[in-house]
């Protein structure tokens, strides 16, 4: 199993960016995939998870703001982050677990600054 994020940039605050989290390996479409991030010095936490049946949780820093959907043909994830703050500023990644083990991709870095 192999994801690799993009999307990741230099944003505004109150500004927009569209992350993606493209997945190879099989039987991806039916295992919960989820997004999580790494501040700067600090512990990485989780952000959302979208189910195989598209249902969603967020965190509660990013409810309201953040999106999770995903592309099942397509076997990517993609997170719609609006409203974005500088307390969002950290490397997002992918996880997902398949066979007993946690895969993870590389990360793509957000920042929110003027």
């Known amino acids: 199993v192999q994801l690799v994020e993009s999307g990741g940039g230099l944003v505004q605050p109150g500004g927009s960016l569209r992350l993606s989290c493209a997945a190879s390996g099989r039987m991806l479409s039916i295992k919960p995939m989820y997004w999580h991030r790494q501040a700067s010095g600090k512990q990485r936490e989780w952000v959302a998870t979208?189910?195989?049946?598209?249902?969603?949780n967020y965190a509660d820093s990013v409810k309201g703001r953040f999106t999770i959907s995903r592309d099942n043909a397509k076997n990517t994830v993609y997170m719609q982050m609006n409203s974005l703050k500088p307390e969002d500023t950290a490397v997002y990644s992918c996880?997902?677990?398949?066979?007993?083990?946690?895969?993870w991709g590389q990360g793509t870095q957000v920042t929110v600054s003027a």
């Open positions: 996880n997902v677990v398949a066979s007993g083990v946690s895969y």
């Open positions: 979208i189910t195989t049946g598209a249902s969603t």
